[in-house]
């Protein structure tokens, strides 16, 4: 006797089942997708508004740091200090009227270095910014070499130096190669200065490296606008990248009580000795476009500025007091 056997009921999905599990799976799929677009949105965003913050807070450390030492020469009271330059152009005298130079949307100014200027004002600061180095031969009788103790601040061929008692000061162009010894040697040959002899000096003379550091915006390698600084070398050094705009504006003493007493965005060549203080307006941008939901819009140097992209946008500001503007005693 033979016996049927029972036929298996089927196990699985139907077809509707099937399709409610599809359609969960793409609603947890989804929801999934737009957690993680959003927190990459946020970080994106995060992540640009800090950079521009770092930015934006270095290059005003470093540019404050400059203004505030327009004009200095080893001592305080720029006007009691007799100033001569002998190095041969184009270093300019270190005075009041060249310790700031303003060139207002970069009209006047005459570019040293290959990187072009995209925006903004440029700014010019004279000043005398190494430690300094007390003179070991002294110049009494007026002399071709400058003795100092030992190099310290690592002077160079072709540096311009100053050397100053606090009285008097003359600014000259090294024509040697100076070592480290002590003491060392530093010559002013007539072949960079129009003369070889600066001032007499005594034990309490000291040495200083000069400079003329010109702040621009201009464009980098990457074609991004970037905050360039120059020296009297002509070498152009990138500080802060993706400054979209700077703007200056000055404050005037017209007493001479070493307080501002008007403020203007571009002073005349007989107003640039009267500066006391420099406003400095950065405007920012991020380094990645379409992070904003729309084109900003923002305040910036007594106007709207309309943003060309989807950029974030910033503006930094700070008001440097020059210190070295104090009225002759």
């Given at each position: 006797m033979?016996?049927t056997?029972?036929?298996?009921?089927?196990?699985?999905?139907?077809?509707?089942?099937?399709?409610?599990a599809?359609?969960l799976?793409?609603?947890?799929i989804?929801?999934?997708?737009?957690?993680y677009?959003g927190?990459?949105?946020?970080?994106?965003?995060?992540?640009n508004?800090s950079?521009?913050?770092?930015?934006?807070?270095?290059?005003l450390?470093?540019?404050?740091?400059d203004?505030?030492?327009?004009?200095?020469a080893?001592c305080g009271?720029?006007a009691?200090?007799?100033?001569?330059?002998?190095?041969?152009?184009?270093?300019?005298?270190?005075?009041?009227q060249?310790?700031i130079?303003?060139?207002?949307?970069?009209?006047?100014w005459?570019?040293?270095?290959?990187?072009i200027r995209?925006?903004?004002d440029?700014?010019?600061?004279?000043?005398?910014?190494?430690?300094?180095?007390?003179l070991?031969?002294?110049?009494?009788?007026?002399?071709?070499?400058?003795?100092?103790?030992g190099?310290p601040?690592n002077?160079?061929?072709?540096?311009?130096?100053?050397?100053?008692?606090?009285?008097?000061?003359?600014v000259?162009k090294?024509?040697?190669?100076?070592?480290?010894?002590n003491?060392?040697?530093?010559?002013?040959?007539n072949?960079?200065?129009?003369g070889?002899?600066?001032?007499t000096y005594?034990?309490?003379?000291?040495v200083?490296r000069?400079?003329?550091?010109?702040?621009?915006i201009?464009?980098?390698?990457a074609?991004n606008r970037?905050?360039y600084?120059?020296?009297?070398?002509g070498?152009?050094e990138?500080?802060?990248e993706?400054?979209?705009?700077?703007?200056?504006?000055?404050?005037l003493?017209?007493?001479?009580?070493?307080?501002?007493?008007q403020?203007?965005?571009?002073p005349?060549?007989?107003?640039l000795?009267?500066?006391?203080?420099?406003?400095?307006?950065?405007?920012m941008?991020?380094?990645?476009?379409n992070?904003?939901?729309?084109?900003q819009?923002?305040?910036?140097n007594?106007g709207n500025?309309?943003?060309?992209?989807?950029?974030?946008?910033?503006?930094?500001s700070a008001?440097?007091?020059?210190?070295?503007?104090l009225?002759a005693?």
């Amino acid at each position: 006797m033979t016996t049927t056997p029972k036929r298996l009921r089927q196990q699985g999905f139907g077809l509707v089942e099937l399709m409610i599990a599809m359609t969960l799976g793409l609603i947890l799929i989804g929801g999934v997708g737009y957690l993680y677009i959003g927190s990459r949105g946020a970080f994106r965003t995060s992540d640009n508004l800090s950079r521009m913050q770092e930015n934006g807070r270095y290059a005003l450390e470093v540019m404050s740091r400059d203004i505030r030492m327009a004009g200095y020469a080893g001592c305080g009271n720029m006007a009691s200090v007799v100033m001569r330059t002998i190095a041969n152009p184009p270093v300019p005298t270190l005075n009041a009227q060249n310790a700031i130079v303003d060139y207002d949307n970069g009209a006047g100014w005459a570019n040293p270095t290959a990187i072009i200027r995209s925006a903004g004002d440029v700014l010019a600061v004279m000043a005398a910014y190494s430690n300094g180095v007390n003179l070991t031969g002294n110049l009494a009788p007026a002399n071709a070499n400058i003795q100092i103790a030992g190099n310290p601040d690592n002077f160079k061929q072709g540096d311009v130096l100053t050397v100053t008692n606090c009285q008097y000061a003359d600014v000259f162009k090294v024509t040697n190669v100076p070592g480290h010894a002590n003491p060392t040697t530093l010559t002013h040959a007539n072949s960079s200065n129009n003369g070889n002899r600066v001032g007499t000096y005594g034990p309490d003379a000291f040495v200083m490296r000069v400079d003329q550091r010109t702040y621009f915006i201009g464009s980098n390698p990457a074609g991004n606008r970037a905050l360039y600084r120059v020296g009297l070398d002509g070498v152009a050094e990138e500080l802060v990248e993706h400054v979209y705009d700077m703007q200056f504006v000055y404050g005037l003493d017209n007493n001479a009580d070493v307080a501002a007493d008007q403020y203007v965005a571009a002073p005349t060549a007989a107003q640039l000795p009267t500066i006391v203080s420099v406003r400095v307006n950065l405007l920012m941008e991020s380094r990645d476009d379409n992070i904003a939901t729309a084109a900003q819009t923002v305040v910036f140097n007594n106007g709207n500025f309309h943003a060309p992209d989807r950029r974030l946008y910033q503006v930094f500001s700070a008001t440097v007091s020059v210190r070295n503007r104090l009225p002759a005693s």
